[in-house]
T-cell receptor, first 108, second 117 residues
Framework: LAKTTQPISMDSYEGQEVNITCSHN???????ITWYQQFPSQGPRFIIQ???TKVTNEVASLFIPADRKSSTLSLPRVSLSDTAVYYC?????????FGAGTQVVVTP | DTAVSQTPKYLVTQMGNDKSIKCEQN?????MYWYKQDSKKFLKIMFS???????INETVPNRFSPKSPDKAHLNLHINSLELGDSAVYFC????????????????FGEGSRLTVL
């Protein structure tokens, strides 16, 4: 399983863009990159997934450089309700392992 | 209309007891999982079942025994509870084993917080 490294925490103000970078140097050819969001006392929730280049949905964007050794989750114009733990996962079929995640705190 | 539901949500028990956590999904998914989240927020996979068959069994003590009576249910039974078993246990499901490269989407329940005294 490719190991992932992401910052432990990030602080932001409402309305700003938050970018969380995840390193995954040992990513395998058939691995996808997936991000989840977890609020307190809830299970993780799927945000976005990508393989290469850029993926965008109504919640976030995911930027993946050509070497795929890292990826950046971009949350545009965050609000207080975006305060959560964000997990970066790398894998394909089989086990998806979650790391410690990045605690994002949004303040007014 | 909860997609993945777990019961109980909270469980407080004494060391040495046996307890079970139940999970049900109404998404029609073929694969179900149990994850354990410790105090440091690491989520570790414990078991995975695909169509009632065990496909992933991580290094988990034998005291933990999953049971899948049908593909919509995956229960977790824990014997001889220890202090270190205190954690939040999450059940999840996906359409394909491991989430699959096409969706990568696991659907999680709200968790069952187990406290062993």
């Amino acid at each position: 399983l490719a190991k992932t490294t992401q910052p432990i925490s990030m602080d932001s103000y409402e309305g700003q863009e938050v970018n969380i970078t995840c390193s995954h140097n040992n990513i395998a050819t058939n691995d996808y990159i997936t991000w989840y969001q977890q609020f307190p006392s809830q299970g993780p929730r799927f945000i976005i997934q990508g393989y290469k280049t850029k993926v965008t949905n109504e919640v976030a964007s995911l930027f993946i450089p050509a070497d795929r050794k890292s990826s950046t989750l971009s949350l545009p114009r965050v609000s207080l309700s975006d305060t959560a733990v964000y997990y970066c996962l790398v894998g394909s079929w089989g086990k998806l392992q979650f790391g410690a995640g990045t605690q994002v705190v949004v303040t007014p | 209309d909860t997609a993945v539901s777990q019961t109980p949500k909270y469980l407080v028990t004494q060391m040495g007891n046996d307890k079970s956590i139940k999970c049900e999904q109404n998404l029609g998914h073929d694969t179900m999982y149990w994850y354990k989240q410790d105090s440091k927020k690491f989520l570790k996979i414990m078991f995975s079942y695909n169509n009632k068959e065990l496909i992933i069994n991580e290094t988990v003590p034998n005291r933990f025994s999953p049971k899948s009576p049908d593909k919509a249910h995956l229960n977790l039974h824990i014997n001889s509870l220890e202090l270190g078993d205190s954690a939040v246990y999450f059940c999840a499901s996906s359409q394909e084993a491991g989430g699959g490269p096409n969706t990568g989407e696991l659907f999680f329940g709200e968790g069952s917080r187990l406290t062993v005294l």
